[in-house]
């Protein structure tokens, strides 16, 4: 870049607090109401319960969520000898295993972190990803994949919801109510628990006026409804759509992939947006078998692991190694660490020197649109004016190009978004859109501590986990807490944090059956097969002790603080100084997952101090 060409860089940011305060509003997260589902498509998910239910009566492991988290929780505990597959169910409301994989299936839905570091358990399955970034349709099949190699396909039951669970001193167990959405239900009991149930899973809309006037269809976009679009998630051919005009709320993540096809079989297509995302290029291309053959055969043993762990020190701005093994757009954006921490963050002019890269980033991106987008209204209309790491970042090829369609139109909303529908469609400052039907891709609740998987967690002595989150919340590594013997979660409050989030939750399940296995061999003296009862769960000490160290980091993370609202800052809520503090607990591992492996790592190595386990 020319001197000339850079980006004023005083005039930018004026513009991005202009920006922001124009999104801020008072009512924060409280602006979204969950959104129940009326496709019956996929409310005809009949649980398929055990035949023999006393095996649900003395269970070792109740696995709360089927996606890729449960089954890498479920793997590793069989690998390191903890229990067998016959030890562990898995319960999902879904239909199937694969989580988000499962009930995602909008057109285009692709995951935007590389396959060859995202699949779980590449080398395990020796499983050749069919292109650098997979479809849904093959991240689903892939979780299929894992639970028949390690046998756990007859141990999962979908379509039931975990309820409740209280703990029992007498018995060393819990006590684990699921239901069906037909009234089925079942109690589980089980000696351990482990809560892998996923952060964004329940669909939200904002709260609208009007919303039982409209006549036209409505749905979100996680739960897309083929019998009206046509086409299937194989062949997303939405036939039924070409004599219709379809509104879509939401230009993020999801939006990006679906919108492109929906362009495609509409008559019109209109997109209502508050705040633009950073889209940058993806590059797509199918994975070539000679470079693939080579590339798992001829390393050491553990190349997916140090494939992931490369990708991340040059997120995290961990002394990025020479050679860029993903080199993708990912991989060329250190200020990312400003979220996600990093070994250096801490250092009191990182902030500027990461914020300085940003700028050119974004400046690189908001010309990109103008280089695409013909239409200059619109192209100005899609710049976006905030640090990068402020929302997720955005890669396509097709979704700029979009904006060039004769039967696509943007609707600008000036970061006010949309919150009135009509009988006819919806009601913004431009005038009224008649529209057949309204595709909501607004995003999801992002579970809070008390409610992880929404399953109310009753602990020793009658405490409940929403207590603990209230009055002060302490994990050991972000995996466990003092009062809820037994049980698990895989962060993400008080870990480490990459873009890459099954790395997370791998590390996160290895450390957890480590636990799990060294406190079986302490209080059996055996490695297999016996059943004995035992509690582990950490210190008081060790959780507070965890947990000051956490604060002492959070400040790492201080680049989100002056963020445009979303939900990674719980869209810009102001915190007194009490709450934000109680909110500082919640914080992640701010020097960058890299460091976070090693800490956990060392402190297995020293002998799990801190660890109370008792057997029952
Ligand atoms: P997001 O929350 O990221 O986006 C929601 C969109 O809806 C935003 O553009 C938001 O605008 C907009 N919106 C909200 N309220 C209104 C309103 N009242 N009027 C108009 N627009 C509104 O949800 P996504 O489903 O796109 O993504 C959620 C997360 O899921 C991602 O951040 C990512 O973590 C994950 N994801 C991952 C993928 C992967 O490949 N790994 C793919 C897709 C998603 P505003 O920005 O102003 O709030």
């Not at 990068?388 to 700029?400: A, E, N, Q, T, V």
């Amino acid at each position: 870049m020319s001197e000339d060409d850079q980006p004023d860089i005083y005039k930018t940011r004026v513009r991005y607090d202009i920006e922001r305060e124009k999104r801020w509003r008072p009512d924060g997260p409280v602006q979204y109401t969950e959104f129940e589902s009326d496709n019956s498509n996929l409310a005809e998910h009949h649980p398929d319960i055990p035949a023999n239910t006393n095996c649900l009566q003395n269970l070792r492991v109740l696995i709360v969520g089927a996606g890729f988290g449960g089954l890498l929780f479920a793997v590793r505990l069989i690998q390191s000898g903890f229990c067998l597959g016959t030890d562990i169910i898995l319960v999902d409301t879904a239909g199937g295993f694969g989580g988000t994989w499962w009930w995602n299936q909008y057109p285009g839905l692709t995951c935007d972190v590389e396959s060859y570091t995202y699949m779980p358990l590449l080398e395990e399955t020796k499983y050749m990803p069919s292109q650098k970034y997979v479809s849904g349709i093959e991240l689903q099949e892939h979780a299929q994949r894992i639970a028949e190699q390690w046998d756990l396909s007859s141990r999962g039951i979908f379509g039931m919801k975990a309820d409740e669970m209280i703990w029992c001193d007498q018995d060393g167990q819990w006590t684990t109510k699921v239901s069906g959405a037909d009234g089925v239900s079942q109690t589980i009991k089980s000696q351990f628990v482990i809560l892998a149930s996923g952060l964004l899973h329940y669909p939200k809309i904002p709260k609208l006026h009007g919303i039982d006037q409209y006549n036209g269809k409505v749905f979100h976009n996680s739960r897309w409804d083929y019998d009206y679009t046509g086409g299937s998630q194989v062949d997303p051919k939405m036939n039924r759509l070409q004599d219709k005009t379809i509104g879509f709320v939401g230009t993020g993540a999801s939006a990006i992939q679906a919108i492109p096809h929906l362009a495609r079989w509409a008559n019109k297509l209109v997109i209502f947006q508050r705040t633009p995302s950073a889209v940058d290029s993806r590059n797509n291309r199918p994975t070539d078998p000679g470079w693939w053959e080579e590339y798992t055969n001829s390393g050491q043993p553990g190349w997916q692991r140090r494939r992931m762990e490369n990708f991340n020190a040059f997120l995290s701005n961990d002394s990025p190694p020479q050679i860029d093994l993903v080199a993708d757009q990912w991989t060329k954006m250190p200020s990312f660490s400003a979220v996600i921490g990093g070994p250096r963050a801490l250092e009191p002019g990182y902030l500027a020197e990461i914020s300085k890269i940003d700028l050119d980033r974004q400046d690189l991106l908001r010309r990109r649109i103008t280089d695409v987008v013909t239409d200059e209204k619109t192209a100005m209309s899609l710049q976006p004016w905030y640090e990068g790491w402020c929302k997720r970042p955005c890669f396509s090829d097709d979704f700029l190009q979009t904006f060039n369609r004769s039967n696509v139109t943007l609707v600008d909303t000036n970061g006010k978004g949309i919150s009135n529908l009509t009988e006819k469609g919806l009601l913004v400052e431009q005038g009224e859109f008649d529209l057949d039907a309204i595709i909501f891709g607004t995003g999801y609740t992002l579970g809070g501590c008390a409610d992880r998987g929404s399953v109310p967690l009753t602990g020793r002595n009658g405490i409940t986990f929403q207590q603990k989150c209230q009055s002060g919340f302490a994990t050991l590594h972000g995996v466990c807490t003092n009062g809820f013997p037994n049980l698990f979660f895989p962060g993400p409050y008080q870990a480490g944090a990459t873009a890459n989030q099954v790395y997370v939750l791998d590390q996160l399940a290895l450390h957890v059956a480590h636990i799990l296995s060294k406190a079986k061999l302490k209080v059996t003296g055996e490695t297999e097969g016996s059943l004995v009862s035992f509690t582990v769960e950490p210190s008081v000490e060790m959780e507070e002790e965890w947990t000051s160290q956490i604060l002492s980091r959070a400040g790492a993370l201080r680049g989100a603080l002056n963020c445009t609202p979303g939900y990674w800052n719980r869209e810009g809520l102001k915190l007194s100084e009490d709450e934000a503090y109680l909110a500082a607990r919640f914080s992640i591992w701010g020097e960058g997952i890299g460091s976070f492996v090693k800490e956990i790592e060392r402190w297995r190595d020293e002998g799990l101090q801190g660890l109370e386990i008792r057997s029952l």
